[in-house]
């Protein structure tokens, strides 16, 4: 035997694999009373006043087969697996008129595009299908939400309220953040998430918009 592998190891010999970097799964954060923390997005914060999880308003509001909603669920390997679901919605929130005013979800393109996209590029398919719906839409921009850059415009149907989108990417995945405005709404809900800090420096592992 050992004749054998001495042998072999002077002919041609296939070259071992690349090691391929494993992309951590998805996970929803977590809360603690009014403090939320997310070690998959490496964010933190605290409720402002005026503001309460509305997990149950917006999944009544937005019925989804593909969506798979943050109460208190695991993302488990079945469901990361389920090529039917695709969104992951992690925050829902709601202010003081008891409005839905604030939805942070993750979308897995692979599963609902067959591609893993950048987030320039969700960005622009996004701003195509709310065009198609009869949205006004602004130029898009750039934000930062917990020190990440964020790609960042408005959809409006009237004057009243504007749909506000923020895009960005962690690992494979596409983040969006959308915060529904009206005058005088309390608390000031771009105030809220510029107020969301780091949980931990480059814990989140955020890529460039175009990774």
């Known amino acids: 035997m050992l004749l054998t592998v001495c042998i072999s190891g002077c002919l041609p010999t296939n070259p071992p ?51 798979v909603y943050n109460m208190d669920t695991v993302l488990t390997e079945e469901i990361l697996a389920d090529s039917g679901k695709s969104e992951y ?56 939400i917990a020190e990440e850059d964020y790609i960042s415009f408005t959809a409006s149907l009237n004057d009243y309220v504007s749909l506000n989108y923020y895009i960005g990417k962690n690992r494979d995945y596409i983040v969006v953040w959308m915060t529904s405005t009206y005058q005088g709404q309390q608390p000031d809900i771009g105030e809220f998430l510029a107020s969301i800090t780091k949980l931990v420096p480059d814990v989140a592992g955020t890529q460039g918009q175009d990774d």
Not at 37 to 63: D, K, V, Y
Not at 121 to 134: K, P, Q, S, W
């Open 17 to 67: 694999e690349p090691d391929v970097p494993q992309v951590d799964p998805v996970a929803f954060g977590t809360w603690q009373g009014n403090v939320f923390t997310s070690e998959f997005m490496g964010l933190t914060f605290t409720l402002p006043s005026g503001l309460r999880r509305a997990e149950a308003e917006f999944i009544a509001q937005n019925p989804s087969d593909v969506a």
């Open 89 to 144: 919605y992690d925050i829902m929130l709601a202010d003081k008129e008891n409005a839905v005013c604030l939805a942070m979800y993750i979308v897995d393109t692979n599963k609902s595009l067959n591609a893993k996209l950048s987030a320039s590029n969700y960005a622009l398919n996004l701003r195509t299908a709310l065009t198609g719906r009869g949205y006004s839409l602004s130029d898009s921009s750039h934000a930062a």
